[in-house]
């Protein structure tokens, strides 16, 4: 009862209308939707139980990927009217404690928005916690074993398998030489075609299930709030959001994408 007080308390205050400072960037040529869902060894809390949203937004020079769970609670809480949406969402599911469909749930990166520079992979996040944006810098290198004749058809691309083992966590992949980006979700990228699913066994599983290339919405910089990112080292950030001294007794911690 502590925690789902303190959910709440914690996602109303959100509900503030703030100046909104959101500006494009760039037009988008290509946009993925991704479906991400812990596995199912995972699944012991009604937070773990569904699956979130993500979107990856591909232009000239950059590339966004952000869940698009959290964009729409940001966008639904700076305009009028999208604090009763959200808080009638609250309560439907607080008072149906029994039936899991209807918790929000939250997997790892589901804060971020990760905005990479396609010239030199260069990554920043933009990551909120406990009502504090920061800002994290990353270039991160994976180091890929493609296994040979591996051939899986996704999304009607045929695919590639090839495997790494990045930050403490072992990952398969799929990717696509139809689609030449070497990126994908999340950070995932250094191979010669686009990341079309990846899963850690016994952790979560990213899948592609939509490809859109006309009446696309331009790679955007979002901050509805108009809050003032802080800059923090990688490594720090993820120790002191690991910490459980940081929250309430009680509450629900998301496991992180990477663990060093």
Request: hydrophobic residues 35%; proline residues 5%; positive net charge.
């Amino acid at each position: 009862m502590k925690q789902l007080l303190f959910l709440l308390l914690t996602m109303f205050n959100c509900f503030q209308v703030h100046a909104e400072d959101t500006h494009e960037i760039e037009p988008s040529i290509l946009e993925i939707h991704y479906s991400a869902s812990y596995d199912a060894d995972m699944k012991k809390s009604p937070y773990m139980r569904g699956n979130n949203i993500y979107i990856l937004r591909c232009g000239k020079k950059q590339s966004q990927y952000f869940c698009y769970e959290n964009l729409r609670h940001d966008s639904l809480s700076s305009v009028p009217g999208g604090n009763k949406i959200l808080y009638d969402e609250i309560m439907d599911w607080a008072s149906h404690p029994d039936d899991f469909s209807k918790y929000p749930t939250k997997t790892p990166s589901y804060k971020e928005f990760l905005y990479r520079d396609l010239t030199n992979n260069d990554i920043t996040i933009y990551r909120s916690s406990m009502g504090e944006l920061f800002r994290i810098k990353d270039t991160p290198k994976m180091d890929w074993n493609v296994i040979a004749d591996s051939v899986k058809t996704i999304l009607g691309y045929e695919c590639q398998m090839a495997e790494t083992t990045f930050r403490g966590r072992h990952w398969k992949v799929w990717f696509t030489l139809d689609i030449p980006l070497s990126i994908g979700p999340w950070k995932f990228g250094g191979l010669p075609g686009l990341v079309l699913q990846a899963e850690s066994s016994g952790f979560l599983k990213i899948e592609g299930y939509k490809i859109l290339t006309k009446g696309l919405t331009p790679i955007k910089f979002y901050n509805y709030y108009n809050k003032k990112a802080t800059d923090i080292d990688r490594k720090k950030f993820l120790k002191e959001t690991s910490a459980p001294s940081r929250y309430p007794k009680g509450t629900f911690i998301t496991p992180k994408m990477e663990l060093e």
